[in-house]
């Protein structure tokens, strides 16, 4: 195999540098414990309550409900042009497939987002 030119030039810098290593890891500083004491004194994360959440769906959902019940005849116009607009599409394999990977996208975006840690 024919070595590069670079290669063999790099040879000396890995040599400097692994030597330089070695006589610097025996020069570690121990901090007796500091670290540890720092990390301990630390105040918790802040974290949001567990109720916060589900009563926050529950607010989406009372305010969605509301609006509906308000503007009945806004909401049934919204929803007839809805239906009409799925509705009235042809059917293709091509538009199946694109529903079909929308849907999928938005569950597995569902379920990412309920699985991440907090």
């Known amino acids: 195999m024919v070595k590069n030119h670079a ?8 040599q400097a540098l692994e030597a330089d290593a070695r006589e ?16 301990a004194r630390l105040p918790a994360p802040a974290t949001l309550p567990a109720w916060r959440r589900p009563v926050l769906a529950l607010l989406w959902l009372i305010a969605g409900s509301a609006v509906a019940v308000a503007l009945p005849e806004l909401f049934y116009d919204v929803f007839r042009n809805l239906v009409a607009m799925v509705v009235g599409q042809p ?7 694109v529903v079909i990977i929308l849907l999928g996208a938005t569950t597995w975006s569902t379920v990412v987002y309920a699985m991440r840690a907090e």
């Open 91 to 97: 059917l293709t394999l091509s538009r199946i497939a």
């Open 24 to 39: 610097h890891a025996a020069a570690y500083v121990t901090d007796d414990g500091f670290t540890a004491k720092v990390m």
């Open 7 to 14: 290669d063999a030039d790099d040879g000396w810098l890995e």
